[in-house]
């Protein structure tokens, strides 16, 4: 698609961006809104690219994410790591032939099983657009944050912590959930919680302990947020930085959840550097879309 018009969008569950990419390369239209594939009503994703195509024009577009699981339009194939832009590309699922196509996820086949759709974009451009090592652990924030090694440029394996998720439950529906209410910031109260959760390994009991801290009259309420985010993010570090290797780590995504998670990072005297992730997804559909036809 070298020299072509193309529409990317990055379709999650419940949100999706759009991008319109000119002949180089270049974005010249962007939009996002809440239309994830949860929006769209069973049997509706025809009816839906005809509406995008009215708005964009009759180019190629190239989806990616959420809109390739079993909960989207159809379902594209996961590809064993280690993987690369090429075995994406070759792996494309065309559901409308030269018109539309989904990019394949990424899946741990062998042993722990793991499986992640879009991130695969974000990490393989990262390292296409030199934004990241070409050897290095990543981080990707998020819902369900991705702890990715790359090798060599490509991605060699991965792991998935629930880290968004959980927090969301336990602000909506457990017994911290009226003093969850705050904004999460990135203060004594966080790097304390932070602390607690990389150290001794026992978050199921350390979640109950927020409460019994303000009971006792050692944590705020207006700091339990950020304390149980801390919790969290030091028990997601622990995950990902089990056997990691010397050298920064690439943080990549919303610039709000990076900083956060490099505040964590902090705490372990890890150096990191920080990767938009809109940048790292545009970069990664430009080389999955190279040599397209």
Not at 121 to 149: E, F
Request: charged content about 20%.
């Amino acid at each position: 698609m070298v020299g072509k018009a193309l529409v990317t969008i990055d379709w999650g569950t419940t949100n999706r961006r759009i991008f319109l990419l000119d002949a180089d390369g270049a974005a010249v239209r962007r939009e996002a809104d809440t239309l994830g594939v949860t929006a769209i009503p069973p049997g509706g994703f025809p009816a839906e690219m005809d509406r995008l195509r009215a708005r964009f024009g009759d180019v190629p577009f190239l989806l990616a994410g959420m809109i390739g699981s079993n909960r989207g339009w159809i379902e594209a194939p996961y590809i064993p790591c280690p993987v690369g832009a090429d075995a994406l590309r070759e792996s494309l699922l065309w559901v409308e032939p030269g018109r539309t196509a989904i990019v394949p996820g990424a899946c741990m086949a062998a042993g722990r099983a793991d499986v992640m759709r879009g991130e695969e974009v974000q990490v393989l451009g990262a390292v296409a657009a030199g934004l990241v090592a070409p050897d290095a652990l990543l981080c990707l924030p998020g819902t369900h944050a991705k702890w990715a090694r790359v090798t060599n440029g490509m991605l060699v394996g991965f792991r998935t912590v629930m880290t968004g998720e959980m927090f969301a439950l336990l602000r909506a529906h457990s017994l911290l959930a009226p003093q969850l209410s705050g904004e999460v910031a990135n203060g004594p109260a966080f790097r304390e919680g932070v602390a607690q959760g990389l150290g001794e390994g026992a978050l199921l009991s350390d979640l109950f302990g927020a409460r019994a801290r303000m009971l006792l009259g050692r944590l705020q309420p207006k700091d339990a947020a950020s304390y149980v985010s801390g919790l969290l993010l030091g028990a997601d570090l622990r995950i990902g930085l089990d056997g990691a290797p010397d050298g920064p780590i690439g943080l990549i995504g919303d610039p709000k959840l990076t900083r956060l998670y490099g505040a964590a990072l902090d705490e372990t005297g890890r150096t990191h550097q920080e990767v938009d992730g809109e940048r790292a997804f545009l970069a990664g559909m430009a080389i999955v879309a190279k040599g397209l036809a």
